[in-house]
């Protein structure tokens, strides 16, 4: 498989589920015209079989790879519409407290220098 070179372009937001569907039935067409058969067993373990398993592991990593963009459009999309992700929260995080962890560690420095008291 060849080397992956990213692009990017913009289509306008009415065009976008247009372009979205193109990409999506390009890659289910793909998909669904893998022919494989299932070699004799008598010849599985040959270098005929290894190199049709290698091409068919090839196409389905470019099918994947086709899915991931749509997957990422419309992910993208949906963040841009709906301001979230399924299942993310959307609240902000909290802040740490910063000043209260410095004071325990503070705490448990001096902890550390002073030296163990044991009782008789």
């Known amino acids: 498989m060849g080397q992956r070179i990213t692009i990017q372009y913009s289509v306008e937001e009415t065009e976008l589920k247009y372009e ?3 990409l999506l039935t390009n890659s289910l067409a793909r998909l669904t015209s893998i022919n494989a058969g299932t070699p004799d067993v008598q010849s ?12 068919l592991r090839e196409e389905m990593a470019r099918i994947d790879i086709m899915l991931e963009d749509v997957s990422a459009i419309i992910d993208g999309y949906v963040r841009y519409e709906h ?17 209260g962890l410095q004071q325990k560690l503070q705490g448990l420095k001096h902890a ?3 030296p163990n008291e044991v009782s008789d």
């Open 20 to 22: 979205t569907y193109r």
């Open 44 to 55: 599985v373990l040959t270098i005929g079989t290894l190199k049709e398993v290698n091409a």
């Open 83 to 99: 301001g979230v992700f399924l299942g993310e929260s959307t609240e902000p995080a909290a802040a740490p407290d910063i000043e």
């Open 112 to 114: 550390l220098q002073e």
